[in-house]
């Protein structure tokens, strides 16, 4: 028997020894196939020694063909701190965070300003999308599950808001797909 896929490829079905066709499907999730198939999925790291109320990581998409995803922000630090994800506007101050693509075997970088590690300024909020709290000595995420879609030329940054300074890291997953 031959099927057509939905480009118009045709494939021959094939069928085993008990009459039933032979299938194979994928069930990773979109980030796995982003990464293997086409490169396309990164992680920023940033570390730094955080006061309060500081923006210490941004992500801006500088990519005019794909959108980016934000699959998960993890953060932790040695104090009690509350997390903020901001959508922001405004030049973040250089402090270059380099995103890392996660098939090391591919040789693509990704299309962003990534900055981190110290106190950014230049950047406005215009919107806090989630508030996470996370305890002293641990680390917690925010879970998007690549519901966060960054257009070109939008950015995000995340704020550490604690009263007593402490080594923070925060690292952010995400990949590339078309527009929509």
């Known amino acids: 028997m031959i099927v057509e896929n939905g480009t118009g490829t045709k494939h021959a079905l094939e069928v085993g020894s008990d009459g039933k066709a032979s299938v194979d499907s994928r069930s990773a999730d ?20 955080a006061a309060s109320a500081e923006m210490t990581a941004y992500l801006k998409n500088t990519d005019p063909d794909r959108d980016m995803i934000i699959r998960s922000i993890r953060c932790g630090n040695v104090v009690t701190t509350l997390y903020k994800l901001h959508l922001v506007t405004g030049t973040s101050s250089t402090s270059a965070m380099v995103p890392v693509n996660k098939n090391l075997g591919s040789t693509n970088t990704a299309l962003a300003t990534a900055n981190g590690n110290a106190a950014l300024t230049g950047l406005t ?36 808001d604690t009263t007593a300074g402490g080594i923070e890291e925060i690292e952010i997953n995400f990949f590339y797909e078309a527009k929509q």
């Not at 996370?134 to 550490?160: C, H, K, Q, Y």
């Open 30 to 49: 979109q980030a796995y196939h982003v990464s293997k198939d086409a490169g396309l999925a990164y992680v920023a790291t940033s570390i730094d020694t």
């Open 125 to 160: 909020s215009s919107a806090v999308l989630g508030i996470l709290r996370v305890p002293a000595t641990d680390s917690r995420a925010f879970e998007l599950e690549g519901e966060l879609r960054v257009p070109v030329n939008v950015a995000i940054a995340v704020e550490s």
